[in-house]
């Protein structure tokens, strides 16, 4: 089942500009994760945020988490053309024995030169 | 390079095969996951070991079955195949909250 569900389906901008994509979910979680995978490919971890944090930044990234609402946002800044890939949410469910991730759909990023 | 590496990376098989898809997790990691990717349901988790034990089961099939070998690579082992068996699997290893994942192994059923 799946828990994310991910908005836009796809996103098609230019170089430059900056990408938002967001990520609704359903139950508490421990934490919220995201992942990029290109055409196919493994999935690369981006970026971990845990339940009692708000924003956090790496890079061209910046990720918020609003647990009242129940989701979150991926923003990349100054797209770049090799952004373009899959971008996934997957959360930790509160309660969760183990660990094991509950991913959304997936929003298509395309980032023409 | 995630430190997780899968083989075979593409598989091509028939229908009522059986197959092992083999994972080694990145050093000194203790968990393994599996997940398998399709176009209709997306990714969904499979199972996760730790440590040689089965720690979490999700939507996996009777069919399929996994386990963690004590020098912690793990193999996940797909019978009476199906059609709808093709997919993406992948595995994952973590330590702590982040799972790393492999590049995966495409089964092809025909």
């Known amino acids: 089942s799946q828990q994310g569900e991910e908005d836009p389906q796809a996103l098609s901008i230019q170089e430059g500009e900056n990408a938002t994509m967001n990520c609704s979910y359903k139950?508490?979680?421990?934490?919220l994760q995201w992942y990029r995978q290109n055409s196919g490919r493994g999935l690369v971890h981006l970026i971990l945020?845990?339940?009692?944090?708000r924003e956090k930044h790496s890079g061209r990234l910046r990720v918020t988490l609003d647990t009242s609402k129940k989701s979150s946002s991926l923003l990349i800044t100054a797209s770049r053309a090799a952004d373009t890939a899959s971008y996934f949410c997957?959360?930790?469910?509160?309660?969760?024995?183990?660990?094991?991730?509950?991913f959304g759909q997936g929003t298509e990023l395309s980032v023409k030169p | 390079d995630s430190g997780v590496t899968q083989t075979p990376k593409h598989l091509i098989t028939a229908t009522g095969q059986r197959v092992t898809l083999r994972c080694s997790p990145r050093?000194?990691?203790?968990?393994v996951y599996w997940y398998q990717q399709s176009l209709d349901q997306g990714l969904q988790f499979l199972i996760q070991?730790?440590?040689?034990?089965?720690?979490a089961k999700g939507n996996i099939l009777e069919r399929f079955s996994a386990q963690q070998f004590p020098d912690l690579h793990s193999e996940l082992n797909l019978s009476s195949l199906e059609l709808g068996d093709s997919a993406l699997y992948f595995c994952?290893?973590?330590?702590?909250?982040?799972?790393?994942f492999g590049p995966g192994t495409r089964l092809t059923v025909l």
């Open positions: 994952a290893s973590s330590n702590r909250d982040e799972q790393f």
């Open positions: 070991y730790y440590n040689g034990e089965e720690r």
């Open positions: 139950t508490s979680i421990n934490n």
């Open positions: 997957a959360t930790d469910e509160l309660g969760n024995q183990g660990g094991k991730l509950i």
């Open positions: 050093s000194g990691d203790l968990s």
């Open positions: 945020i845990r339940s009692n944090e």
